[in-house]
């Protein structure tokens, strides 16, 4: 099963998305990839992104990229948290496999798990002013999102923490 949540930044899309995975058959796999970067505004949230977690039954993996060498237990539930990370890293880091390479990646965990939600952002509604890798990158996460979307067997958006289903059965 592939349900891809999809929402605005603070929309409830990631609190949903866990609470999904947690009640899925499977131990729960928090695949994470976020890169911690050399700042501490990544390296805090991503403090507080384990904390919050804590003692929820996740077994945590941390991998910015290149999702298709993962081993990964079929039994699993993995949380994937999140594409828009996921293509910002294959897109700008070296040896990354841009947009594709977020989506072959993505792919390659449909194939090793039985259950895999998928957290993306919406992108694209606020309006059309922006520029350069901005652009690209937008664009990259809309065409990787349109592609998911496809490919799942659901997708739930998220608005104001309160899940809509826009493909598949309900929640």
Same mark, same amino acid.
């Given at each position: 099963?592939?349900?891809?949540?999809?929402?605005?930044?603070?929309?409830?899309?990631? /609190?949903? =998305?866990?609470? %999904?995975? $947690?009640? +899925?058959?499977?131990?729960?796999?928090?695949?994470?990839?976020?890169?911690?970067?050399?700042?501490?505004?990544?390296?805090?949230?991503?403090?507080?992104?384990?904390?919050?977690? /804590?003692?929820?039954?996740?077994?945590?993996?941390?991998?910015?990229?290149?999702?298709?060498? $993962?081993? %990964?237990?079929?039994?699993?539930?993995? +949380?994937?948290?999140?594409?828009?990370?996921?293509?910002?890293?294959? %897109?700008?880091?070296?040896?990354?496999?841009?947009?594709?390479?977020?989506?072959?990646?993505?792919? /390659? $965990? +449909?194939?090793?798990?039985?259950?895999?939600?998928?957290?993306?952002?919406?992108?694209?509604?606020?309006? =059309?002013?922006?520029?350069?890798?901005?652009?690209?990158? +937008?664009?990259?996460? /809309?065409?990787?999102?349109?592609?998911?979307?496809?490919?799942?067997?659901?997708?739930?958006?998220?608005?104001?923490? %309160?899940?809509?289903?826009?493909?598949? =059965?309900?929640?």
């Amino acid at each position: 099963m592939f349900t891809l949540v999809v929402g605005d930044a603070g929309s409830g899309k990631s /609190a949903f =998305a866990e609470s %999904l995975a $947690l009640s +899925l058959p499977g131990q729960p796999i928090y695949l994470d990839t976020m890169e911690p970067g050399e700042d501490g505004e990544c390296r805090a949230r991503i403090a507080r992104h384990r904390l919050a977690r /804590a003692g929820r039954g996740f077994v945590t993996v941390e991998r910015s990229m290149a999702l298709e060498e $993962l081993a %990964l237990p079929w039994e699993s539930s993995v +949380l994937l948290e999140c594409v828009g990370n996921l293509v910002a890293n294959e %897109l700008y880091s070296s040896g990354g496999g841009g947009a594709r390479g977020a989506l072959e990646g993505v792919e /390659a $965990l +449909l194939a090793r798990c039985r259950h895999l939600t998928a957290v993306t952002n919406e992108v694209c509604s606020g309006g =059309a002013d922006y520029l350069g890798d901005t652009l690209t990158y +937008l664009r990259a996460l /809309a065409w990787v999102n349109r592609e998911l979307a496809r490919r799942a067997d659901r997708v739930v958006e998220v608005v104001c923490a %309160l899940p809509q289903v826009r493909k598949g =059965a309900a929640v």
